[in-house]
């Protein structure tokens, strides 16, 4: 439905979420509702974010890492989305044990819990679409319609903006405005396309208003093309979540594993 | 929209309206910073990885993910819209796929959030550098504590209380000095003319 506007720039790397919502089975996490999946994922930030300890975290990422498999993500695209998550939670486990205090111990909890939270918000991010998170946004968490539909037309136009960035290198190089090595330079040329393409920005963004002004954008009430259906399993999948942290917190705390997060480490 | 009159100088009275091109400029513009940001991202990613060894270097450059609210709403300069062009600078990363997800887009409504909060006690009437600083400062809260608690757990108070100061200096910095800075080269550029911020 949305193929064309979310087809790539050479210089990105493939969208994941693409051929998972697009398939025509699609796989369970792509059929759920955006919204109970952000609502998931914020569910498991607001529930760990407190506990320091590796074994509260790990049960959780031990439950949400088999949604991998229903995330309709496979070999290659499941590579692109682990990699950067794992690359992370190394620098992050290694930061704390280079300047933390808790060494070994405190760096695992660190990147077990950074993959924790992580794992579902990357999971929800890949698997939902971009047209059914705004319409659930709207029609589910009661987001102000205009502005929601903004943001989305706006992220259509990602494609033609990095198109843009190339043609003002592209002119740049014409010209002879090229950095070479000279780190100094390059940070100058850099600036200047970015404000040449801000300058792009607000004028496509003036264009685009006045041809949704002339649409009538925004001047009554909005029917919905597509509805956006809270089932039965979107219920499921938060009441779900919030068992899973309650069952972590309760399991850790019988282990005597349990660790509060304290200030200053 | 039947706007005889363009809001260029709005009376404090007058009903809040918003304009097409008062949500749609902002909804481009925040992506346009976060298509910027991503290949600032790439950037820094392929040429720093230093950055995992020296997180304060890092904190020095924060401030650059707090310019899009502060900018939407020296811009604009309606209530919201600060929250509008983070969110929507922000949603770039989460969409053009990295390993945050959506709690990117949750990180940006915050700053944008806390920005908004500043606008709004200056009654959306002051856009000065002030204003902008104030407003930059108060977002990077967000991620000097946020960032803290979630990455840098076990870090002793004392670095965690300097990575909060200079992730906040610099938003300050970047994010209220350079959205000021911008957004009078782009009135400048002519970018603005819809905008009550074309003029000073």
């Known amino acids: ?40 994922a914020a569910l498991v930030a607001a529930g760990l974010v407190p ?18 498999a229903c995330s309709g993500l496979r070999g290659a695209q499941l590579a692109a989305v682990g990699l950067p998550l794992l690359v992370m939670a190394a620098a992050i486990g290694l930061v704390n044990l280079l300047f933390g205090q808790e060494g070994w111990a405190g760096a695992l909890g660190a990147a077990v819990r950074l993959l924790a939270i992580a794992v579902p918000s990357v999971l929800a991010a890949v698997t939902s679409d971009p047209t059914e998170t705004a319409d659930a946004l709207v029609q589910r968490l009661r987001v102000p319609e205009r502005p929601a539909v903004a943001v989305l037309a ?50 496509t963004g003036t264009t685009l208003a006045m041809a949704m002004d002339t649409r009538a954008f925004g001047t009554g009430p909005r029917g919905h093309a597509r509805r956006s259906r809270w089932r039965a399993a979107d219920t499921w999948l938060v009441a779900g979540t919030a068992a899973l942290l309650c069952a972590a917190h309760l399991v850790s705390l019988a282990a005597g594993t349990w660790q509060p997060l304290g200030i200053g480490g | 929209m039947q706007e005889h009159e363009p809001q260029t100088h709005p009376s404090p009275r007058a009903p809040l ?110 856009w000065g550098t002030p204003t902008a600083v104030l407003a930059a400062a108060a977002g990077g809260l967000a991620p000097a504590i946020w960032d803290n608690v979630r990455y840098y757990v076990t870090w002793p108070l004392s670095h965690q209380i300097a990575f909060g100061v200079i992730v906040v200096i610099s938003a300050a910095l970047i994010g209220g000095v350079g959205a000021r800075l911008l957004t009078s080269a782009l009135a400048r550029a002519g970018a603005l003319a819809p905008f009550p911020s074309a003029r000073r």
């Open chain 1, 154 to 203: 706006a992220l259509r136009l990602i494609p033609l903006l990095t198109a843009q960035w190339r043609t003002l290198g592209a002119a740049r190089r014409a010209r002879g405005l090229e950095a070479g090595a000279n780190p100094l330079r390059a940070l100058g040329v850099f600036l200047g396309k970015a404000f040449a393409l801000l300058v792009r920005a607000v004028r």
């Open chain 2, 17 to 126: 309206r918003y304009r097409t091109v008062d949500i749609v400029v902002p909804a481009v513009l925040g992506v346009a910073v976060g298509v910027v940001f991503w290949l600032w991202n790439m950037l820094w990613t392929v040429t720093t990885p230093v950055f995992a060894f020296f997180p304060p270097a890092q904190a020095l450059i924060y401030g650059m993910w707090l310019l899009p609210g502060v900018l939407g709403g020296l811009i604009v300069r309606k209530p919201g819209i600060a929250v509008l062009t983070s969110t929507a600078a922000a949603a770039v990363s989460m969409v053009l796929g990295g390993p945050w997800g959506v709690e990117i887009v949750l990180a940006g409504f915050v700053q944008g959030l806390l920005s908004e909060l500043v606008f709004a006690a200056a009654r959306y009437r002051r």
């Open chain 1, 1 to 40: 439905m949305s193929a064309p506007a979310r087809t790539p720039h050479p210089a990105a790397p493939r969208p994941p979420a693409g051929p998972a919502a697009a398939a025509g089975r699609r796989a369970w996490l792509a059929r759920a509702n955006p919204a109970a999946k952000l609502l998931a």
């Open chain 1, 51 to 68: 506990v320091v300890d590796p074994v509260t975290s790990g049960i959780v990422l031990a439950a949400a890492l088999p949604l991998a």
